[in-house]
C-alpha cells in the first residue's frame, strides 16, 4: 500500500523559505497526483497545490501563487513544495495526499495521506 511520508516543515521567520517533501514508499508515485493541503486548528483542510502525475499539470491556491511552487523528481519518487515569501498566515499542518492520474480540488478526492508536517511562520 502507498504509504507517504512529509517532511521539512519547522519554524521560520516571516519572509523566510521551506521546502517540503513528500516520499513515497511501498510504490511508485508515477501513476499519482500529488497534492499538498494545509490544516489550522478548527478549520477545514485546505487545498494549497497539486501536480499530476504526468508533471504537466499544475495548480496552486490564490493564497499562494507566485510563491509556492510544486515539483516532482520521478528519480527519488519524492514531490516537493518549495514554500518563498513565507506569511504568518501560512501557518498550519502541512499534508501531500495522492490520487490516480489527475489532481482535484478536494481532500475527499484523494485516497491516500500522509502524516502531516508543522510550519509555523513566527517571528
Known amino acids: 500500500q502507498l504509504q507517504l511520508v512529509e517532511s521539512g516543515g519547522g519554524l521560520v521567520q516571516p519572509g523566510g523559505s521551506l521546502r517540503l517533501s513528500c516520499a513515497a514508499s511501498g510504490w511508485t508515485l508515477n501513476y499519482y497526483a500529488i497534492g499538498w493541503f494545509r490544516q489550522v486548528p478548527g478549520k477545514e483542510r485546505e487545498g494549497v497545490s497539486c501536480i499530476s502525475s504526468s508533471g504537466s499539470s499544475t495548480n496552486y491556491a490564490d493564497s499562494v501563487k507566485g510563491r509556492f511552487t510544486i515539483s516532482r523528481d520521478y528519480a527519488k519518487n519524492t514531490v516537493y513544495l518549495q514554500m518563498n515569501s513565507l506569511k504568518p498566515e501560512d501557518t498550519a499542518v502541512y499534508y501531500c495526499?495522492?490520487?490516480?492520474?489527475?489532481?482535484?480540488?478536494?481532500?475527499?478526492?484523494?485516497?491516500?495521506w500522509g502524516q502531516g508536517t508543522q510550519v509555523t511562520v513566527s517571528s
Open positions: 495526499a495522492a490520487r490516480s492520474y489527475v489532481c482535484d480540488k478536494i481532500p475527499e478526492g484523494y485516497d491516500y
